[in-house]
């Protein structure tokens, strides 16, 4: 019966090593969701303030990203695009033309 009694020095480690790694892999995918949240709001804010500036007239050039505009009926419709670690994120903002 002794040739069945296994050695476990060692498996503490592996099991750690395990345990770290996925540890890691979720720190890095939260970390990914909160820069794509910000790249959210980066690209609301972005269409805003490019909508804003196409109704009075105004060229605007984001920071980062690109905007694409139409005018119809009186409106401004305004889309952002921001690139982001989980893709890209876009976000519209709609304003009157001022005249």
């Known amino acids: 019966m002794r040739g069945l009694a296994r050695d476990d020095s060692g498996s503490v480690s ?3 090593a395990l345990a770290l790694s996925t540890l890691v892999l979720v720190l890095m995918a939260m970390v990914a969701a909160l820069v794509t ?5 980066s690209a609301v804010d972005t269409a805003g303030a490019a909508a804003r500036a196409a109704a009075i007239g105004l060229d605007y050039s984001p920071p980062r990203g690109r905007v694409s505009q139409t005018a119809a009926g009186g409106l401004v419709t ?3 695009h921001i690139p982001a670690p989980l893709g890209e ?3 519209q903002a709609i ?3 001022e005249s």
């Open 89 to 91: 994120i876009s976000a």
């Open 95 to 97: 304003f009157p033309e």
């Open 14 to 16: 592996v099991e750690a």
């Open 78 to 80: 305004v889309t952002a």
């Open 37 to 41: 949240l910000g790249a959210y709001i």
